[in-house]
């Protein structure tokens, strides 16, 4: 839906800003960021520095620094992330199903 306002034009989302900015690998961009935002709020509501959470997360400084920034979290695994969220006293599900007819392929979600 497009909406013009005074000069301005106005796009509305699908939900997903890394689909709306054309990236093939959208679904996968925003499940990292989703679980990344999610570690680094329990690291920030823990007060843990850098330092204390990369040793908790048994990991070096510059992974935590990628969370606390978000650059570089693309290279993060989704797996890696879902291990240091059990290390963040989390449990993690991992649900698969068939995707509805109407949708053309499978897709990555991140329920949180």
Do not use: Y
């Not at 709306?20 to 570690?39: P, Q, T, V, W, Y």
């Amino acid at each position: 839906m497009v909406n013009q306002i005074e000069d301005e034009t106005i796009t509305e989302s699908c939900g997903n800003v890394f689909a709306d900015l054309g990236f093939e690998d959208a679904d996968e961009m925003l499940a990292k960021s989703s679980l990344a935002i999610m570690i680094r709020d329990i690291i920030k509501r823990r007060g843990l520095t850098q330092a204390a959470a990369a040793k908790l997360l048994d990991t070096h400084q510059t992974q935590v620094s990628r969370l606390k920034t978000g650059k570089g979290v693309d290279s993060i695994s989704l797996d890696l992330l879902m291990h240091w969220l059990t290390k963040l006293d989390r449990n993690v599900t991992v649900s698969v199903k068939r995707k509805p007819k109407s949708q053309n392929e499978g897709r990555i979600q991140v329920a949180v």
